[in-house]
């Protein structure tokens, strides 16, 4: 199993690079990352230290959540690692009593979809026209407080 850690404001500009990369005109720059990093209303998590393989952040605001990002570097694909870091926020969330977690993911994010619905978000709206390009967004939700697989 890869290891977990906190992600640090050291890590932006890693992090930052992989944003570029992944996200193009969506990516956040190294001085939000960084911003993000370091409130203390978010929860980021890294695999990886010279070279970051994936993150994941949280936006916390009892009684619910938001998941900022699932991101896993594409040569480090497919490997399990976004499942690894979508469970540790999940079991975070359940640790510390949050009710619900909510997240928008691209309607074309075929794979994020897929990993999101594995654990038992289920599909509650659409903003359309949300991301660059005009590609519409999806609301997710998962109810915390039952099975990890069940979510409704
Ligand atoms: C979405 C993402 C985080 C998945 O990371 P990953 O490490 O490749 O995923 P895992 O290997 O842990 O796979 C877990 C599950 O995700 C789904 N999945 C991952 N890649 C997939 C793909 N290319 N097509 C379909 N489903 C996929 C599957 O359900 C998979 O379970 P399975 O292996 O039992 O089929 C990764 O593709 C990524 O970083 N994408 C770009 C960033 C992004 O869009 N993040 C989400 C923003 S909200």
Redo the contacts with the bound molecule.
Sequence with gaps: MAEIRRAVPADADAIAALEAE??GPDAWSADTVEAELDREDRYYIAIGTDMIE?YAGLFLSRPDAD?Q??????Q??????????LHHLLVRLREWDYSRVF????SD????I??YE?HGFRRIGLRRGYYAGGVDALNLRLRLGGSPRLGE
């Design positions: 992944i996200y994936g998941i990002t699932v991101t896993v570097a594409p480090c694909r497919r490997q399990g690692l976004g499942r690894e870091l997240l928008e993911v691209r994010n075929t794979a994020a897929e990993l594995q």
